[in-house]
């Protein structure tokens, strides 16, 4: 019996064929929005119940903000996007922040407090509240694979938007874009 020959080149297209279906299927599977970096609103679902603490020790849940729209935004000093937008979050919290509306500022950070305060102080925050989440559960009870990572959270505790990186939050476009997905959540 005779095998007849395939040339590597031949391999190397099928890989990169079988590697491409993969990547396509993956693709299609996950939430458009994660992968776009757009306010492109999934479906409004709930989501996952995790704890993470403040300051203090005192823990947490997003159901502590019911009855409030939260723009819940994942990040970590580490990271120069996160860093980078960490004032217009500050701002929009100064500008929206109130009895309807939190920007909760969710740091992934391991040493907690520690690594949070020194930089809160050194870039000037004064109306965000500081959320820590040391055991970093919120990234995999989320599904988020980059950061900064920010979610829309309506008053019912669902998802309504997700934006994968950085944004300047306080933005009048990207004020507008916010009021506009809560109004239409409210109206449902």
């Not at 109306?127 to 995999?140: A, F, H, I, K, N």
């Amino acid at each position: 019996m005779r095998f007849a020959q395939v040339s590597r080149a031949t391999v190397a297209v099928a890989c990169a064929a079988v590697a491409g279906a993969v990547v396509g299927g993956l693709l299609l599977a996950s939430p458009l929005a994660q992968w776009q970096g757009t306010s492109n609103e999934p479906a409004s679902t709930e989501l996952a119940v995790f704890a993470f603490e403040t300051a203090d020790g005192r823990e947490l849940t997003l159901k502590t903000f019911s009855d409030k729209a939260v723009l819940l935004n994942l990040w970590a000093t580490w990271c120069p996007p996160c860093r980078k937008e960490m004032p217009s979050l500050d701002r929009l919290q100064s500008l929206k922040g109130g009895a309807d509306f939190e920007v909760v500022a969710l740091s992934i950070d391991k040493a907690g407090s520690q690594q949070v305060q020194p930089f809160f102080e050194e870039i000037g925050i004064k109306r965000l509240e500081m959320y820590l989440d040391q055991p970093g559960v919120s990234m995999q009870a989320l599904k988020i694979v980059g950061l900064p990572t920010t979610l829309l959270v309506g008053k019912d505790g669902r998802e309504l938007a997700r934006w994968v990186g950085p944004k300047e939050w306080d933005d009048p476009e990207t004020v507008k874009e916010i009021e506009a997905l809560l109004a239409r959540s409210e109206g449902d």
